[in-house]
């Protein structure tokens, strides 16, 4: 019986041994970014918590939306004060639990918030999740969005690094065996937007695959469902005016194949929003976007950047002349 307790012991000492070395490898890039003050979601949430009562408009969404959405472009188009608060593949719940916060402190006339398949699916990056919510000043508001945003995965992943960071552990294993250059560091930062002149490669857009397909992906219509009417509820009795916008790909990957899952299931389903306005940039515009408009597979540079932008004034002037 000794001997079996002292091999428990022994594993649950090199369990917590390989945890903490973990936290170490991972997490202390970050706690040394915020020391600082170049870690981006710290930026970005410092500047929601301190310049109180300040936004007009703000953006919610994933990478898609911060290296998409320029609030130098908005702000001197429309006369207002916009900030981009898009994060690392930012989940639906995410983007809910984000605008609690953010209500606490902002008050805002419109909520722009971006909708494609994979930010409501099953897969989650709980770093990239708990690394946002991390900055809210609620406890309660972090709780919430741990529990009952994500239930007991939430909660493992937030006390197990070693099942946080699996995902990163795997790429940089595989990274060890492969070629693949680094990705250059995200510093040219202006009102949470990214600024990125990276332009992707003919050998990128060779390389492309198919749009998104709700039958071979893990998208979860209820989790959408769940989720949206809280930001609709929530944005309604605030008084605040939600605008749902699907971002754009490259129009190379668009013609790949004639699959219109992503496209017609948001258009189907918020046309029976009637105070929601919708936008997909992909067809709202024809022949605006470019391949050379982006930086990859579905990331905008910042020259497609600054047609998305034009595109948001465009939308907002038209909703503000209706009105």
Request: charged share 25%.
């Amino acid at each position: 019986m000794k001997k079996f307790l002292k091999h428990i012991a022994y594993g649950f000492f090199f369990f917590a041994l390989i945890n903490i070395l973990i936290l170490i490898k991972y997490e202390y890039p970050a706690y040394k970014a915020i020391k600082n003050k170049t870690h981006k979601n710290y930026l970005k949430w410092n500047s929601i918590h301190t310049n109180k009562n300040t936004y007009d408009l703000i953006i919610l969404g994933s990478s898609r939306c911060y290296t998409g959405f320029n609030p130098k472009v908005i702000d001197k188009e429309l006369n207002i004060e916009s900030f981009n608060m898009g994060t690392s593949a930012q989940d639906i719940a995410e983007s809910y639990y984000s605008l609690v916060e953010i209500l606490d402190y902002q008050n805002p006339k419109y909520i722009v918030l971006e909708s494609f398949l994979d930010l409501s699916n099953d897969r989650h990056d709980f770093y990239q999740i708990f690394s946002n919510a991390s900055f809210f000043n609620s406890t309660k508001n972090k709780f919430n969005l741990i529990v009952d945003g994500y239930g007991s995965k939430g909660i493992t992943n937030y006390l197990i690094p070693l099942i946080k960071f699996n995902s990163y552990i795997k790429k940089d294993i595989s990274s060890l065996f492969s070629n693949k250059p680094k990705k250059a560091p995200e510093i040219n930062w202006y009102k949470g937007f990214l600024n990125d002149s990276t332009v992707i490669t003919e050998k990128q857009i060779k390389s492309l695959r198919p749009m998104p397909n709700i039958k071979s992906s893990s998208f979860n219509e209820d989790r959408f469902t769940t989720y949206f009417n809280k930001i609709y509820d929530l944005t309604k009795t605030k008084g605040i005016k939600l605008i749902v916008i699907r971002t754009p790909y490259p129009p190379s990957r668009l013609t790949i194949d004639d699959n219109k899952d992503e496209e017609h299931f948001f258009y189907n389903y918020l046309k029976n929003y009637k105070d929601v306005s919708y936008y997909d940039l992909n067809t709202h515009k024809p022949e605006v976007f470019t391949d050379q408009d982006f930086s990859d597979y579905h990331h905008a540079n910042i020259d497609g950047a600054y047609k998305m932008s034009k595109q948001l004034v465009d939308i907002i002037k038209t909703i503000q002349k209706n009105n």
